[in-house]
Each structure stands twice: as structure tokens, then as C-alpha cells.
């Protein structure tokens, strides 16, 4: 089993609506959790970290971790053309590095 | 401020052939991570280097190694090239050894024919 899973999409909506982006990870010892977003031939992008369970809000995105259930969320709030990338979720590993899920592929309609 | 900075951005090389990626970190960051992601999966570690010391490497072939300079400059060798090492390689700077806020730079990309 992968550490971390994630539905690779493509997940298609229209602009304005809200999009829920979600991860399952396996390692109980996981403590950070960091989703990135990567257009197309660049590199990933930061957009936050979160730390143990909870919810964290920057702007129009929202990160939610849910430890009990091992489940992590980002959702994006009136979302707009520009938002279409993959989304990737990720989990800090120490001296493992980053592990990451596959990334979905995220597609908002004008 | 310059954000993470790879060279070069893209390569053709051989089976069989050498090759070295070099990654210049955030200005003030003293780890730098690297990370294979091939089409269609996310960012695989490779290695991190703290103050020029590995400080962790991920499941990959001795034929891929490291190194950190004084100015926390970074070069990734990959030595036999075969055509399953054609991916982009993404470097990532942070300021400590905790990967919490890891800049990713542009990535080389990677080609083995």
C-alpha cells in the first residue's frame, strides 16, 4: 500500500464553484502535512502546511487534516480558471523527505 | 528575491551515458532535497543535504549520488543512464532540516534515449 493516496482526477467543475481535494495516508507518525500545486511542466508550488489535525485557511483555499481517519482535505473556494493545475498533497517524512500522492489534475470550466 | 534555481532546464542524454543537475538554493536556506517525478506521478526523494551532510536519501540505485558545496549549492550525478531515469528532477530548498516549507524550483527535464 502506498503511503499516500490520491484520486489522480481529472476532477472537472465550473468556475465558482467550491472544489474538495482529498488524500489518505497510511503512517500514523505523520505530523505535517503540505498540499502544492503544480501547472503544467513547472515546478510544485507551496500554498500551505498544516500541522496534526485541524483546519488552516489562506484565502480562498482551506486545508483540513483529520488524523483519526488518517484524511486530509484542501478545498478552494470560488474557484476560478486559473486555479486548474494538480494538486498535490504531501506528508513530511523527516529524514525520508517529502512523500507525495500522484496528484489530481484539477480542471475548472469558464 | 531569486527563488530556487535549476540547471539546465532541459537534457538529451544516452544509455549508459553520466549526468549532473545542479541546483541553486533560496539565498539563506541550508537544505536542499532532491526529488525524481516521473509523467503522471508525484515528486519521488532522492536525497536531502543539511549543511553539506546527508541527512537522508530515498529508495534509488547507488547510481544516483549528491552533494552539497559551501555556498549550499547542490549537484545530482546519475551514473548508467537508462531510459527509466528519463523523468523531471526537482530540487527543493528549505531553511532547516525540516521539509515543512520546501521551495521547489523549475526541475530538469530529463530525457534518455
Known amino acids: 500500500q502506498k503511503e499516500v493516496e490520491q484520486d489522480p482526477g481529472p476532477l472537472s467543475v465550473p468556475e465558482g464553484a467550491i472544489v474538495s481535494l482529498n488524500c489518505t495516508y497510511s503512517?500514523?507518525?505523520?505530523?505535517?502535512f503540505m498540499w502544492y500545486r503544480q501547472y503544467s511542466r513547472k515546478g510544485p508550488e507551496l500554498l500551505m502546511y498544516t500541522y496534526s489535525s485541524g483546519n488552516k485557511e489562506d484565502g480562498r483555499f482551506t486545508a483540513q487534516v483529520d488524523k483519526s481517519s488518517k484524511y486530509i482535505s484542501l478545498f478552494i473556494r470560488d474557484s476560478q480558471p486559473s486555479d486548474s493545475a494538480t494538486y498535490l498533497c504531501?506528508?513530511?517524512?523527516?529524514?525520508?523527505?517529502?512523500?507525495f500522492g500522484k496528484g489530481t489534475h484539477l480542471i475548472i470550466q469558464p | 528575491d531569486a527563488g530556487v534555481t535549476q540547471s539546465p532546464t532541459h537534457l538529451i542524454k544516452t544509455r549508459g551515458q553520466h549526468v549532473t543537475l545542479r541546483c541553486s538554493p533560496i539565498?539563506?536556506?541550508?537544505?536542499v532535497s532532491w526529488y525524481q517525478q516521473v509523467l503522471g506521478q508525484g515528486p519521488q526523494f532522492i536525497f536531502q543535504y543539511y549543511e553539506k551532510e546527508e541527512r537522508g536519501r530515498g529508495n534509488f540505485p547507488d547510481r544516483f549520488s549528491a552533494r552539497q558545496f559551501p555556498n549550499y549549492s547542490s549537484e545530482l550525478n546519475v551514473n548508467a543512464l537508462l531510459l527509466g531515469d528519463s523523468a523531471l528532477y526537482l530540487c527543493a530548498s528549505s531553511t532547516g532540516t525540516l521539509n515543512t516549507e520546501a521551495f521547489f524550483g523549475q526541475g530538469t527535464r530529463l530525457t534518455v534515449v
Open positions: 504531501a506528508t513530511e517524512g523527516g529524514a525520508d523527505g517529502l512523500t
Open positions: 539565498s539563506g536556506h541550508k537544505s
Open positions: 503512517n500514523s507518525a505523520f505530523q505535517y
